[in-house]
């Protein structure tokens, strides 16, 4: 019998974890939950399109709900009540909220017999295993992260917002001197500045103050004032032709010694998708979460808890005879 999909939320994330699940023959997509009218939202698996309103009829159908809202406002609210109805499993991303998340929905689930994995997908996700798995073996040693080159969606949004824009990238551009520093393993300390440029491509309206736009951008606390950036304004055309794939990746090092012997591990990611990767993680530890809730687990979980095997749609003797 095949596992038992649930997507709640349609946009990139969620047509992402489509795309996964239809390439997974262990698994079908049995709908999609929307707050927009259902009739307006037309799944390319040929799904069912529900409202959101409806998802407690759908609690015998099925085995493990994918929620693909937003850290911010969606998934605090959403993961915690959907997991007193199904296994669930999200990409909450709000690193300092993590811990009270995690609280949530640990205590949701366990009074309601089901389990509820969080923060999935590359970072945090797979990154955070390259880190663990890092400071395990050489625990004398330190990580490092340099995220992109890729389209952050968060900065893009923030450009969108100022006066006069009518549409944004921002590229997250790793420095390479950085990098190589690290690999080296010289262990460096690198502020903020030292390890990402920001790239910023906009479209203005006509006639707006380009100088005040761009010294907006360059100035805006949190998000740009920390970091070397670069603004270029092109056109709505060449943003549509250049700039409307969402692609993204990134690099885990960790420089450690044993002794006086230099050690240096990395973990890479490079995606021409970001919503389509993080989906097929998101996937894979949804099988996850299917298979521990048969055995009995309960609660809230990461990937720090979940063995490789569980991930993976093959048995167990076929794992040790091809990848051990």
Not at 81 to 87: M, W
Not at 126 to 147: C, E, N, Q, V
Not at 163 to 172: H, I, L, N, P, S
Request: proline share 5%; net charge negative; glycine share 8%.
């Amino acid at each position: 019998m095949r596992i038992r999909i649930g997507i709640l939320g349609y946009g990139n994330l969620g047509k992402g974890v489509e795309k996964a699940v239809t390439q997974n023959e262990d698994q079908e997509l049995k709908a999609v939950f929307t707050r927009r009218d259902p009739a307006s939202v037309k799944p390319a698996s040929g799904a069912a399109a529900c409202s959101v309103e409806d998802l407690p009829k759908w609690k015998d159908e099925i085995d493990v709900l994918v929620l693909c809202g937003g850290s911010a406002t969606d998934l605090p609210e959403q993961t915690p009540r959907y997991a007193s109805l199904f296994n669930v499993v999200d990409s909450f991303d709000t690193h300092a909220r993590i811990p009270e998340h995690f609280a949530a929905v640990d205590q949701a689930t366990g009074d309601a017999g089901k389990i509820g994995v969080i923060s999935c997908g590359w970072d945090p996700g797979m990154f955070s295993l390259s880190r663990i798995y890092a400071h395990s073996i050489l625990p004398d040693g330190k990580d490092y992260t340099f995220w992109g080159r890729g389209v952050s969606q968060g900065h893009s949004d923030a450009i969108r917002r100022i006066e006069g824009v009518v549409d944004a990238r921002q590229y997250t551009v790793p420095v390479e001197a950085a990098m190589q520093q690290v690999r080296s393993g010289a262990n460096p300390e690198l502020t903020t500045r030292q390890k990402h440029t920001r790239e910023c491509f906009v479209v203005a309206e006509e006639g707006a103050d380009l100088a005040r736009i761009e010294k907006e951008i360059k100035e805006m606390p949190n998000y740009f004032a920390d970091y070397d950036t670069s603004v270029e304004f092109i056109s709505a055309e060449e943003m549509k032709a250049n700039h409307s794939e969402l692609p993204h990746g990134g690099v885990v090092m960790y420089s450690g010694r044993t002794g006086d012997k230099k050690h240096v591990i990395e973990y890479s990611l490079k995606l021409d998708s970001n919503p389509e990767f993080t989906g097929s993680v998101i996937a894979a530890v949804a099988r996850a979460a299917y298979r521990m809730n048969k055995e009995g687990q309960t609660g809230a979980r990461t990937m720090f808890d979940i063995a490789p095997k569980y991930l993976s749609p093959q048995t167990d003797e076929w794992l040790r005879a091809h990848y051990l």
